[in-house]
């Protein structure tokens, strides 16, 4: 919504400087233009340009203001999710906490590790998406290999795509996975027009989660 208000503020304010402000400066040339009439087109011109380049200028200097994040994550309902997964157990994980909080949720794409590929934990998170009645694929990448990473991404959005979900419905999470996971997710999300999120939660010392206060959601990128 904050970019249909910037298009707007935009609009606006180039409007006001084409119709007030050119028109101000112009008086004092009014004697010249009634005699030389092709000035007029190149101020016309001139004047345009300004306006779109001030307009410009606004909208880089909100933009450079705009937060990088977000924590409506949870507010945004979705169908489907793409879910980085390099380890640790399901009642635990990022993926629990997130069907909890997404009540529509009915599609979920694992990418995981290949260590985590061959782990038994694997499993609790298909027995447990079974019994919430949400579809789940798994698709494992080389955690250090940025390229496979994008292409596994790739895999798991078209599978959601063949789902009839739509990428406005669908995320992609970044918590759980390497760092190469989740950068190479993001790069996949944003070459496919899909939102980004990150679960902020407390951090035990043995690696788990604090489940006891709340897990703000932050959407890192929001298509509108």
């Not at 009642?91 to 260590?115: A, F, I, M, N, Y």
């Not at 944003?190 to 999120?197: F, I, R, Y």
């Amino acid at each position: 919504m904050w970019r249909l208000r910037t298009v707007l503020q935009n609009e606006i304010i180039t409007l006001l400087i084409s119709a007030v402000v050119i028109p101000l400066l112009l008086l004092p040339l009014g004697p010249a233009l009634t005699t030389r009439p092709w000035l007029v087109g190149i101020l016309v011109v001139v004047g345009v340009a300004v306006a779109l380049a001030l307009g410009q200028l606004l909208a880089w200097r909100r933009r450079r203001n705009q937060p990088l994040a977000s924590d409506v994550a949870f507010e945004v309902r979705r169908r489907g999710m793409v879910i980085t997964l390099s380890t640790g157990p399901y009642d635990t994980s990022v993926c629990k906490t997130v069907v909890e909080r997404q009540p529509e949720l009915s599609h979920v794409g694992l990418l995981v590790s290949r260590d985590m590929e061959v782990k038994p934990e694997l499993n609790q998170y298909r027995q447990a998406l079974d019994g919430r009645g949400v579809l789940c694929r798994v698709q494992s990448c080389d955690e250090q290999d940025l390229d496979d990473i994008v292409r596994a991404v790739g895999h798991l959005l078209d599978w959601l795509d063949r789902q009839e979900v739509p990428r406005s419905a669908a995320a992609v999470e970044l918590t759980q996975g390497t760092t190469p996971m989740s950068l190479g997710a993001y790069l996949a999300a944003e070459a496919a027009g899909v939102d980004c999120q990150y679960l902020a939660s407390e951090v035990r010392p043995d690696g788990s989660r604090d489940r006891s206060l709340p897990a703000r959601g932050l959407l890192l990128t929001r298509r509108t």
